[in-house]
């Protein structure tokens, strides 16, 4: 089955019909469906399935315990009316590319693995990366038994009614022990190749890039409480309300990371009683914020939670800040980064990621690197994401060299 065949088979999936977006949430039918999906391109190509203690699947070729195994692969969910390459671009370009590599008739001498890491959105429970950050040790089995959907199902519940054991979820040091390299490709998300290419001759530039680093990066709950009142009866000198406190939060936020060279971004709300006559007792936000580096990171957060406390006070609102997860810079191994460019010709642009990645989590477990394929528009996490055919196809095939590189040596 070709790029174009398996991109049309898994593109209905979890597709909203109102949005055009996906909601391929974490252990949903959706799910389901994506992995039914990934399992059957795995066994049409005779490659041994398998589906780890986290819910992670593997499809291998070649004996999985010589060790030292190529594997590549991304993630099927999605976030909230997400678009349609973030994760599945990734997952489909590396069945292609394995069959790229047998039309080219090589003689494999490591073993080859494709994989689809579970929850990596963290749009059901909360957390990014849930697959790979319990493979790597890095989210203990006691804190994600503690994740919660929107409805109150915790991350056990939702696994067990898919049909997956919670009872052996944890570490996996045995299965990344196997790896000797990990290579995720994936759309950018942003357009820095798009913008090397100005000024160049239609159909030329540079299709593929190759990651540097991640940005340091995390996410943030503010909660603002405040006095549940009577929207048209209490006066305005009289009011602890709590989505003013919020808004100012929300512009502090903007301003502060412009002046960081930063990111910083409001994106989910939660508001108590929620009535349209009635002052909020509570305003729950979540900041997401990303920067160059860690001092940038530090600095941007400090004062959006100094901007967030000094209007609190003003307000008479009560402000409480939990930080629910933190990545650190991660600069992807040198050498085999280096070594992908080398295989790619050497004149592959580097660039760096504010986006979080299942690449990023397994960097401190075994070498990793990652491939970029060119977004025209940097548009990502909507249904506006987009990557030309050309373009996917080059990422095919460059993913399909580098492959060749690294398991047919």
Wanted: glycine share 12%; proline share 5%.
């Amino acid at each position: 089955m070709s790029f174009h065949e398996m991109w049309r088979e898994l593109a209905p999936i979890g597709r909203n019909a109102d949005t055009g977006g996906y909601r391929r949430y974490a252990w949903t039918e959706a799910d389901r469906e994506c992995r039914a999906w990934f399992r059957a391109q795995a066994e049409a190509r005779g490659l041994a399935y398998e589906t780890d203690r986290n819910g992670n699947q593997w499809a291998w070729l070649g004996d999985p315990s010589a060790g030292d195994a190529v594997v590549t692969g991304s993630h099927l969910d999605s976030v909230p009316d997400g678009g349609a390459f973030d994760g599945p671009l990734g997952v489909v370009s590396s069945f292609a590319a394995l069959d790229e590599l047998r039309n080219r008739g090589v003689e494999f001498t490591r073993p080859i693995a494709v994989t689809n890491f579970g929850d990596e959105e963290g749009a059901r429970f909360g957390l990014a990366c849930v697959g790979s950050r319990l493979t790597a040790g890095q989210l203990t089995r006691e804190a994600a038994y503690e994740l919660r959907d929107g409805d109150g199902i915790s991350l056990p519940q939702a696994m067990e009614a898919a049909g997956h054991d919670p009872a052996a979820i944890g570490p996996d040091p045995e299965r990344l022990a196997r790896i000797g390299a990990f290579v995720e490709l994936h759309v950018e998300q942003g357009r820095a190749l798009a913008a090397l290419d100005s000024g160049s001759v239609a159909g030329t530039g540079h299709a593929v890039g190759i990651a540097s680093a991640i940005w340091p990066h995390g996410r943030w709950r503010f909660d603002f409480r405040g006095e549940a009142n009577h929207a048209g009866t209490t006066r305005l000198v009289d009011r602890r309300d709590p989505m003013l406190t919020y808004a100012e939060t929300v512009l502090a936020a903007r301003r502060e990371a412009e002046l960081a060279g930063a990111v910083a971004t409001f994106g989910k709300i939660s508001v108590e009683p929620n009535g349209v006559n009635a002052i909020p007792s509570l305003v729950r936000g979540w900041l997401d914020s990303r920067a160059p580096d860690q001092a940038a990171l530090d600095t941007v957060v400090t004062a959006i939670e100094h901007a967030a406390k000094e209007r609190a006070d003003r307000d008479g609102v009560d402000l409480t800040v939990v930080r629910e997860s933190f990545t650190p810079v991660i600069d992807f191994e040198h050498a085999l980064r280096d070594e992908l460019n080398r295989i790619l010709g050497g004149a592959v642009p580097v660039l760096g990621t504010g986006a979080g990645h299942d690449a990023g989590i397994l960097s401190a477990s075994v070498p990793t690197a990652m491939l970029f394929v060119r977004n025209p528009t940097g548009v990502s996490h909507s249904p506006a994401e987009f990557a030309s055919e050309d373009d996917c196809v080059a990422g095919v095939i460059a993913l399909a060299d580098v492959l060749e590189g690294l398991a047919c040596r």
